[in-house]
């Protein structure tokens, strides 16, 4: 999973039907120590994240794995509020 | 999901069965400010978008998430048409 | 979906037995304007596509999904040859 | 599967139900020789590794693979604490 | 599918259960004129491949597709021991 902040939301009205109702929030990808890193792009949050918020985001096909009785098409998904991270070891 | 416009058309007669009838467009995608990054691809749209259009794109199997029935050999579909986006913290 | 150009064949008579019978071509990606990005690939091939034929890509696990009793461990399918691609923005 | 080595924790107390109770673990992905690559991410535990571990992960939505009944959205996994690594070829 | 070489083994005694018995070995992937590219990494052998063969590996999900009654979290595999390539286009 990758660790970022949540620094925005997306609003769109036209959408694949299965996806009525997610809430998109942009996510700008982070080392553990909070530097950024790639590009941000969209996930869905389910978990009551906003903006400011660190997190943690899975990513590929299996950011769909929630939906018990029909994986939806969706690529990125908010699965954790970050609490705290504690590295041990001198991060390169 | 990736930020994107709809750049363009591809036409393929030739191609898998299965893909018969789907409408191809080309995105280049973009941080949320609008900057291009990356490589422009292919993506199915289902939703209606059009050259110009600001979308979300899932990439990655779940992309062919939508056919209940079977899975589709694609790895990319316009799952939004951008009504608006919202960046509360600076985008880095 | 990646496209790109078929540049040449793979010849591999020791392979997954699922395998026997594929067509494994290699492809070089490209943007929409034939520039060539990133590192030539094998691809299956079941359209009857061929060396110097433009091709639109389905990279990743769905790329398997046209077997439908039982996916294949391939990552990459030639999905469509490519009439002709109209870009109606100037490419970024 | 990426070779990597622990280099800390994460904690993140409001999560996706079906991951409570899963070990969260950063790993800082490196090449075989051990030169450190890429960005560090946060991967799922279930055998056991620490702080200091050199780990094969897999990445991808194929490390969800051990939940038989119900697939868990994450991306992510430790698959094996790496005894020792041998490379025959110079390593390029 | 990414073209390499196996350049070495990987040891690890504590793993998933699910992955007893299997082979890992450590692939270069290369462009198919021969040149390194990108990072070393793991890849299950099943067809008996050994160091210095060159490769063709499925990486990402697909790459568990073997498992027939279940899938496997693993995300590289050699699918082929590659004879012979041929690219009729120079390569660029």
């Known amino acids: 999973m990758q660790i970022g902040t949540v620094i925005g939301n997306v609003w769109a009205t036209k959408k694949e039907d299965d996806l009525q109702g997610l809430k998109f929030?942009?996510?700008?990808?982070?080392?553990?120590?909070g530097s950024a890193i790639d590009s941000a792009y969209v996930a869905v949050d389910r978990i009551g994240a906003g903006v400011g918020d660190k997190v943690?985001?899975?990513?590929?096909?299996?950011?769909?794995?929630?939906?018990?009785?029909h994986s939806l098409p969706i690529d990125a998904?908010?699965?954790?509020?970050?609490?705290?991270?504690?590295?041990?070891?001198?991060?390169?």
Chains 1, 2, 3, 4, 5 share one sequence.
């Open 25 to 33: 929030l942009i996510v700008q990808p982070e080392l553990p120590n």
């Open 56 to 69: 943690m985001v899975t990513r590929g096909s299996s950011s769909a794995n929630f939906a018990k009785e």
């Open 77 to 92: 998904l908010i699965i954790g509020i970050i609490d705290s991270i504690d590295i041990a070891v001198e991060q390169r």
